[in-house]
Nanobody, 119 residues
Framework: QVQLVESGGGLVQPGGSLRLSCTGP????????MGWYRQAPGKQRDLVAS???????TYADSVKGRFTISRDNMKTTMWLQMNDLKPEDTGVYYC?????????????WGEGTQVTVSS
């Protein structure tokens, strides 16, 4: 059973910063695409940012310029640096990993960490 573990969530005021971390097994960090998803209350889970094992990144338009995703494959850790947080960034943030096989996909989720942006 692959275990992805998030940490770093909490309560922060608008304009503040948080850094989320995700740790997991070596084979995940060696080969898998990884990312952060966010699920706000009553809404679907949406991609916030993703990063390939070799480093290329993508971001949701709503977080570009404010959030930075990174990973250290040797330390088996992925981060999401979140700056200038807004109330609409509130939600549960999930660590995600996936590997695309020719005819299958292997993917894994963490249990999530709550981020609340409120004054």
């Amino acid at each position: 059973q692959v275990q992805l573990v998030e940490s770093g969530g909490g309560l922060v005021q608008p304009g503040g910063s948080l850094r989320l971390s995700c740790t997991g097994p070596k084979h995940i960090f060696r080969s898998y695409e990884m990312g952060w998803y966010r699920q706000a209350p009553g809404k679907q889970r949406d991609l916030v940012a993703s990063i390939l094992s070799g480093g290329p990144t993508t971001y949701a338009d709503s977080v570009k310029g404010r959030f930075t995703i990174s990973r250290d494959n040797m330390k088996t850790t992925m981060w999401l640096q979140m700056n200038d947080l807004k109330p609409e960034d509130t939600g549960v943030y999930y660590c995600h990993a996936r590997f695309l096989f020719p005819s299958d996909v292997d993917e894994h989720w963490g249990e999530g960490t709550q981020v609340t942006v409120s004054s």
